[in-house]
T-cell receptor, first 111, second 115 residues
Framework: QKEVEQDPGPLSVPEGAIVSLNCTYSNSAFQYFMWYRQYSRKGPELLMYTYSSGNKEDGRFTAQVDKSSKYISLFIRDSQPSDSATYLC???????????FGSGTKLNVKP | DTEVTQTPKHLVMGMTNKKSLKCEQHMGHRAMYWYKQKAKKPPELMFVYSYEKLSINESVPSRFSPECPNSSLLNLHLHALQPEDSALYLCASAHKTRPDNSPPHFGNGTRLTVT
């Protein structure tokens, strides 16, 4: 079993839709939860990160962590064509020395 | 553009060549990382440097040799690579001191092709 599971998609939505991206994990020691966005031929860009459980909001993006279910989500409101990218979740047990990526979900927002 | 700068952006090398990848950051980060990413796959950790000392080597073959000459620079020396080593090589850096612990920030990578 992989440490982190993520549906690879692709996920195709119309512009303006609410997008929900999810990851599940098996290691209860994970404390830090990150979401990265990666455009084609670019490096991953850190979108949001949270420590332990709870919600965090930044503009159109909301990250949720449910440690009891070992489940994290990223919501994108009012999605735009510029949001089309691959979204990677990542998790770390402590101090970011080593962290574990999901396989990435490819998102396509159609104009 | 990111605050982690990687050079060159593209590199083509033969299996007998020796080349180096360079990474630079001026954010005062004391952790630096090398990752390898194949197409349509997530990044795979290769090495972690913490305060200029190698702290993690993920059993990477010796044809990859990392070096951290100072807190702003990270190099990856390449020698006798194989075609299957062709990939995007990503450098990342992160704060290491509480309360500023933060996730790594990535550069845009060097796209390496081994012929």
């Amino acid at each position: 079993q992989k440490e982190v599971e993520q549906d690879p998609g692709p996920l195709s939505v119309p512009e303006g839709a609410i997008v929900s991206l999810n990851c599940t994990y098996s290691n209860s020691a994970f404390q830090y939860f990150m979401w990265y966005r990666q455009y084609s031929r670019k490096g991953p860009e850190l979108l949001m990160y949270t420590y332990s459980s709870g919600n965090k909001e930044d503009g159109r993006f909301t990250a949720q962590v449910d440690k009891s279910s070992k489940y994290i989500s990223l919501f994108i409101r009012d999605s735009q064509p510029s949001d089309s990218a691959t979204y990677l979740c990542a998790m770390s047990p402590y101090n970011f020395n080593k962290f574990y990526f999901g396989s990435g979900t490819k998102l396509n927002v159609k104009p | 553009d990111t605050e982690v700068t990687q050079t060159p952006k593209h590199l083509v090398m033969g299996m007998t060549n020796k080349k180096s990848l360079k990474c630079e950051q001026h954010m005062g980060h004391r952790a630096m990382y090398w990752y390898k990413q194949k197409a349509k796959k997530p990044p795979e950790l290769m090495f972690v440097y913490s305060y200029e000392k190698l702290s993690i080597n993920e059993s990477v073959p010796s044809r990859f040799s990392p070096e951290c000459p100072n807190s702003s620079l990270l190099n990856l020396h390449l020698h006798a690579l194989q075609p299957e080593d062709s990939a995007l090589y990503l450098c990342a850096s992160a704060h290491k001191t509480r309360p500023d612990n933060s996730p790594p920030h990535f550069g845009n990578g060097t796209r390496l092709t081994v012929t």
